[in-house]
């Protein structure tokens, strides 16, 4: 299973920006899909969850303001960010979990995109 995120860029203060994240393999059930992102010299920190039929999940700092999605049928992950503020800035990570077609348990990282937010 691969994960391939896209959408990344620079973008003024208040701007907007919608990330992908596509997963693509022997992909039998996706129990959850997720994003995280690092900002400069912190560690990785949690910005959204789907728990499939279960939840989703927001990180405060950017409740209101983001909001993910989710195609079953693309097996695609998405984070339509807006409000953009320069804090946003970070290198943005994919995760999803889930069972293979030989019902083996997998958890992949997409590779990161960067999101710079500055005028």
């Known amino acids: 299973v691969q994960l391939q995120a896209s959408g990344g860029g620079l973008v003024q203060p208040g701007g907007s920006l919608r990330l992908s994240c596509a997963a693509s393999?022997?992909?039998?059930?996706?129990?959850?899909m997720g994003w995280y992102r690092q900002p400069p010299g912190k560690q990785r920190e949690l910005v959204a969850t789907?728990?499939?039929?279960?939840?989703?999940n927001y990180a405060d700092a950017v409740k209101g303001r983001f909001t993910i999605s989710r195609d079953n049928t693309k097996n695609t992950v998405y984070l339509q960010m807006n409000s953009l503020k320069p804090e946003d800035t970070a290198v943005y990570y994919c995760?999803?979990?889930?069972?293979?077609?030989?019902?083996?348990?997998?958890?992949?990282w997409g590779q990161g995109t960067l999101v710079t937010v500055s005028s």
């Open positions: 995760n999803v979990a889930g069972y293979d077609s030989g019902r083996r348990y997998f958890n992949r």
């Open positions: 393999g022997s992909i039998s059930s996706i129990a959850v």
């Open positions: 789907i728990i499939t039929g279960v939840s989703i």
